[in-house]
Nanobody
Framework: QVQLVESGGGLVQPGGSLRLSCAASGSISRFNNMGWYRQALGKQRELVSTITSGAETNFADSVKGRFTISRENVKNTVYLRMNSLKPEDTAVYYC?????????WGQGTQVTVSS
């Protein structure tokens, strides 16, 4: 059974930075995609960023130039560095892993951007 454990959320002022981490455990193909989605209150869950095991990345237009994603394949861990945070980045951030044609989700971590 695959488990995803997130950490690093919290409260930050506009313009600040946070780093989210997500560690995956269990039986996981080494060929996989990991990443982050987010869901703001009253809105649908949306893609933030993904990264393949070959380090190909994808970003939502709203975070390009502000967020970076990276991973450590040996640890099955993915990181999301969020800079220049805006109030509209406030949401629950969910870690995501796709492997062997199956999707797995973390429990979510709250990110609040407010002064």
């Amino acid at each position: 059974q695959v488990q995803l454990v997130e950490s690093g959320g919290g409260l930050v002022q506009p313009g600040g930075s946070l780093r989210l981490s997500c560690a995956a455990s269990g039986s996981i193909s080494r060929f996989n995609n990991m990443g982050w989605y987010r869901q703001a209150l009253g809105k649908q869950r949306e893609l933030v960023s993904t990264i393949t095991s070959g380090a190909e990345t994808n970003f939502a237009d709203s975070v390009k130039g502000r967020f970076t994603i990276s991973r450590e394949n040996v640890k099955n861990t993915v990181y999301l560095r969020m800079n220049s945070l805006k109030p509209e980045d406030t949401a629950v951030y969910y870690c995501y892993l796709r492997a062997s044609a199956r999707d797995h989700w973390g429990q979510g971590t709250q990110v609040t951007v407010s002064s």
